[in-house]
Each structure stands twice: as structure tokens, then as C-alpha cells.
């Protein structure tokens, strides 16, 4: 996306926490759109809130982005679903068509009405997808397929509408895009020099940089099964 495209928001989502799914664990997953103008501040939209804030949520993931674009494929893939009738499916804030993965890059700042957000990690699908499709596979289906959408940290508070445009304003690490940081997390898992570059990488989320540099020292890729499996009984459940 070249710097100063502007691109319309398909959808402003924001939601409570309610229970999700047959395990009923207290999520804010399904959100809903809003028709009118809402304050954006470091720790995400008003209105909009977690079930599990220790591990969503804050100022690192404030805001999640996922591309309407998707959801055609997913349709061709999983079948006709209520939830891919319109945005919100994935718990996204934002939706939008005609960026994905492999434009947006890590430190990515776009103006979106008065405030001003910066590409801080890509999402890192978790069970409770599952629970929200009714399908045990559907985190790692995500996660496969590198269309996980991403996160932004908030730089400047302001007030956010439907109706707004979503600006580049200033590019950041271009030659590290959300897709080519994913490729690294979950396909070629254990090149050293990228996750040499990827621990330190200034405008990604210190999560992720730490992630990468415990695989680096550890030289292992980690076991995912606790964030991608559901919990086979509440007692597990986060």
C-alpha cells in the first residue's frame, strides 16, 4: 500500500464479553458494529472489551484488523457460514478490503479519523476461534494459512467513525510484512538469522521479540497445542 492511500472501513466492531460457544468461557470475540463515532485510546476502542485480558487485549493488541478479503476463501474452503456473512467473524475491530498480510508491514502507522495507529504483531490464533466457528481445527486452520490478521498499538488517541478513512501515513520495517514474520513464526520455523532479525525488530510488539529470541536460545519451536486446542473441560480453560 503506497504511503498516503487511503482505503474505506467496511466495518467500526466493538463487543462485550459474554459466553461463547458449548464451553460458555467468558469472551469478547463477537462483536458488533457500531454506527456512530467512538473514542480510541491506548487500550482499545470504548465499548469494546476481553474475556481473557492476560492474554488479549492491552496496549500491544489494541486494535485487530482482518481483511474482509478472506472470507471468500474461507467460504470455499469450510462452507457457507452465518458468521462469514459479514465482518466480525474473526472478532476483528477493523474490516477492511484490499489489504492483507503481505501489504501491511511491522511499524506501519496509519491515520484513521483523529487517532493515529502503528502495526505492532500479527494475531496469534487461539481455541476460542473454535469455539466461535463450531469447528476444532479452526485455529489451526487459521494459523496455517497465514490469514490471521494483525494488531495495532495506539500512538494517538481520537476519536474513530464508520465512515473513516484508514491513511498510510508512514511506512516501517516494509521489508517486514505480517505475512513474512508469520512464514518465519510457522513454516520455517527455525531459520536463525530471521529470528535474529525479528527479536530485534523496534516496532514489533516485545512479545513477539522475546518469542523469537526463547526459540533462538532454546533452538525449538515450541509446543502450540494449549493455545490452539480447546481445553477438554472448564477446569482447563484459561
Partial sequence: MPQNQSIPLLGLLVGSVRPLGKKAPPSGIA?????????????????????DTLRHGGPEKAVHHYPFDHYVKWTSEIGPDVLLG????FGENLSTSGLTEADVAIGDIFRLGRALIQVSQGRQPCW????RFADIRMARRVQESGRTGWYYRVLEDGLVAPDDLLTLVERGHEDWTIRRVWHHFYVDT??????????????????WRNHAAKRLAAKAVEDWSS???SPSSMNEIP
Fill in 128 to 131: 476460542k476461534l473454535n469455539e
Fill in 86 to 89: 459479514q465482518p466480525g467473524a
Fill in 190 to 207: 527455525m531459520n536463525a538469522d530471521a529470528l535474529r532479525q525479528i527479536a530485534e525488530l523496534p516496532a514489533l510488539a516485545q512479545g
Fill in 227 to 229: 493455545r490452539l486446542d
Fill in 31 to 51: 462483536k458488533s458494529p457500531v454506527g456512530f463515532p467512538v473514542l480510541l485510546r491506548c487500550n482499545g476502542l470504548a465499548g469494546d472489551a476481553q474475556g
